[in-house]
């Protein structure tokens, strides 16, 4: 039974005299062994501690402690063996009244502070905290030396992963409670708060649990390589409990302050999001690792995106006709990187966007998309493709993460490059369209939020962004003021055709000028026929190819009211 014995069956003791005793040859156990052994049943009176006194001195100098101190530490180190103990068990060892203990409850609390007491939440008896003293201090009083806890400061980001590996390795084994988990890593923070990834989440007024879980996140990024981690290996970080189900519920529903400051995002699985694992954004690893090498996935790991590097563009000569040749000209004139750059200065000091949205429409073939690849090339900008119709996911709240997580990207993208850029929406139609009024069904309230999400980063775009459309009676009026360049490209004039007809396939003039008056073609039906002539010179040696030959070209380039109907096949 854990009950105290009463008082009146406590004989009174005779306490012996050290005043005079020399206590250089004791040992800490010897010291510890007779305090708690006078100590037992003494109820803590005035004889008893009187007695004690210069043993709890001698222990208190030599741990540089106070004596309350010294005399519970004696009690925790002698009940070592039984591993946890909590004040009851003081107040039946001691056979002391409550209130005694109690009194010095902000000795066991510096006790804790200073790790020479391992708290450990409840007793398995009781309701209250339990203590024991650590491992390595009763190691050190084997060894008749004084215990100093080991420090967790850190000289870099590396070791100080390594500290938090170390701590979240015990927990994780069970090998310490909670409260000496977190014990630990207030320590841990608190002795590395100068090291930069520390003061930056401190300028960030980050709180103590999200420290924690961006720092669980750098540390399987840096030492494992691994950039998404699911949720167990997040939560057991918190005790079970309100708090742990309140992370959890945020983490899956991408609420908290983590999300809004764009600190954790869902992963992805090929283009997919994964609404069950979990990464850092590339903005907070470049912030807070900046030396660290990000491995960038290959262009066609994710399906949303193509990244197009000007230098694999080909270079290619492009005719338009006059008005629309002033506008391309005078686009590529600002977006060399030195008028560019002049331009976002001005205009962030005169209070204006500094992001270039461009809408490039009209006819299909007319040399859009080419465009924007030969603007790219000419002002040495990669290109950042988006593929629409890979954005929309099958989960809910998918396409519009990935819209989100697009825009995200893009701008750690423009943040690690010497030049910015180019975000091209590629027949954009679908997502620029005119918005459903009044929408009931599912699918109409997702795309009015695609368009709501792309208005809203149109607005604080800080780069390029370029769109092309087929359709531009289509698309709703919204977005017609969020592009501030706006290109019409129309079908070649029959001097554009003749001009392109002469560089694709080398013929001469005459021959050019037939051809452009008798084919209404576009830019691109003329590079199609230029690549099959290419095909057969390949196949078939073919060197020269008459005006005939070009002809039969150009007629199978044409799909007339003669050619067969093509049976469709529907659902």
Not at 70 to 82: G, H, T
Not at 214 to 235: G, I, T
Request: net charge neutral.
């Amino acid at each position: 039974m854990r009950n105290r014995p009463p008082f009146a069956n406590i004989e009174e003791k005779e306490y012996p005299d050290y005043s005079q005793t020399d206590f250089s040859s004791w040992s800490f156990l010897d010291l510890v062994t007779e305090i708690v052994t006078q100590g037992e049943n003494s109820r803590l009176s005035d004889d008893y501690l009187k007695c004690a006194a210069p043993l709890l001195q001698t222990l208190a100098d030599r741990q540089k402690i106070t004596k309350d101190e010294a005399l519970l530490l004696s009690a925790f180190v002698n009940n070592s063996i039984s591993n946890w103990t909590d004040l009851q068990d003081l107040t039946i060892f001691f056979g002391c009244s409550n209130m005694d203990i109690i009194k010095m409850s902000p000795c066991i609390k510096h006790l804790v502070d200073t790790d020479l007491l391992i708290s450990g939440g409840h007793n398995d008896f009781s309701n209250q905290h339990s203590y024991r003293v650590p491992d390595e201090l009763l190691e050190s009083y084997r060894d008749n030396k004084p215990y100093t806890p080991r420090s967790l400061a850190c000289k870099d980001i590396v070791s100080l992963l390594a500290e938090l590996f170390d701590i979240t390795h015990d927990l994780h084994e069970r090998d310490i409670t909670y409260d000496r988990f977190y014990h630990l890593m207030d320590k841990l923070y608190a002795q590395n708060a100068h090291l930069p990834v520390m003061m930056m989440l401190d300028d960030m007024k980050f709180c103590n649990y999200d420290k924690l879980i961006v720092l669980q996140f750098l540390r399987h990024l840096m030492f494992h390589n691994e950039r998404s981690l699911q949720m167990e290996s997040l939560a057991f970080l918190y005790e079970e409990g309100p708090k742990r189900n309140r992370f959890i519920y945020n983490m899956e529903h991408g609420n908290g302050f983590l999300y809004k400051n764009r600190i954790v995002e869902f992963a992805s699985a090929n283009g997919l999001v994964d609404n069950e694992s979990y990464q850092l954004t590339d903005r907070i690893i470049k912030k807070l690792v900046p030396d660290f090498k990000l491995k960038e996935e290959a262009p066609s790991a994710n399906k949303c995106v193509d990244i197009i590097r000007y230098q694999d563009i080909a270079r290619k000569k492009l005719y338009f006709d006059g008005q629309t040749s002033k506008q391309v000209d005078q686009l590529a004139h600002i977006l060399t990187d030195t008028n560019f750059k002049k331009v976002q200065t001005r205009l962030k000091a005169s209070g204006f966007r500094q992001g270039f949205a461009c809408l490039f429409y009209g006819a299909p073939g007319t040399g859009k998309t080419e465009l924007c690849l030969q603007l790219a090339k000419k002002t040495g900008r990669d290109v950042m493709q988006v593929n629409i119709s890979q954005l929309r996911s099958m989960w809910v709240g998918g396409s519009e993460k990935n819209l989100q997580g697009l825009f995200d990207n893009y701008r750690d993208m423009v943040a690690r490059s010497k030049k910015a850029p180019l975000l091209l929406f590629n027949e954009a139609d679908a997502i620029i369209q005119k918005r459903s009024e009044n929408s009931r069904n599912a699918v109409d309230k997702m795309e009015n939020t695609l368009q709501n999400i792309l208005l809203e980063n149109i607005e604080k775009l800080d780069g390029i962004l370029i769109a092309t459309t087929n359709l531009q009676n289509t698309m709703d009026k919204a977005f017609e003021r969020r592009f501030i360049y706006k290109i019409r490209f129309n079908k070649p004039t029959i001097e554009a055709r003749t001009s392109i007809w002469k560089s694709m396939l080398g013929v001469n003039k005459a021959t050019a000028t037939q051809l452009a008056k008798n084919y209404e073609f576009s830019g691109g039906q003329i590079e199609n026929i230029a690549r099959k002539s290419t095909v057969d010179k390949i196949l078939y040696g073919t060197t020269d190819f008459t005006f005939e030959t070009l002809k039969d070209y150009c007629d199978s380039e044409l799909i007339d009211n003669q050619q067969k109907p093509i049976n469709r096949i529907g659902f």
